[in-house]
């Protein structure tokens, strides 16, 4: 059974939280959408460690799923982002967003 968490869209420190929230529902999988933006702020530079902001850390919540006993599940994002739009997804601070 999967449960959605997208890490990108929540502050890093509540991950543990949402985690032990979906592993109380008695899930064993966290899905969650990979928006490239908020990896690729500036073409080139990738940060898939949260060099550029923690929320980025997507090989850290890999860990912390793996951590906890859960599988990841990577979902595709279309290259249209029609179920997030553009690409220009909400971070914590509700008027932020990616743009290029």
């Known amino acids: 059974m999967c449960g959605e968490i997208h890490y990108f869209r929540l502050k890093r420190e509540d991950w543990q939280d949402r ?3 979906l592993k ?3 899930l064993n999988t966290v899905a ?3 928006p490239w933006l908020c990896h690729e702020t500036i ?3 990738i940060d898939l460690t949260g060099q550029t902001r923690p929320e980025s ?3 850290g919540f ?3 799923c793996k951590q906890n ?4 599940f990577y ?3 279309h290259a249209t982002g029609i179920l997030i739009s553009s690409e220009g997804v909400s971070i914590a601070d509700e008027n932020s967003f990616y743009v290029r």
Do not use: P, T
């Open 24 to 26: 109380d529902a008695g």
């Open 32 to 34: 969650s959408y990979v």
């Open 69 to 72: 006993g859960l599988y990841f």
């Open 62 to 64: 890999i860990d912390l």
């Open 57 to 59: 850390d997507l090989l």
């Open 19 to 21: 985690i032990n929230k």
């Open 75 to 77: 979902r595709l994002v």
């Open 43 to 45: 073409e080139g530079n």
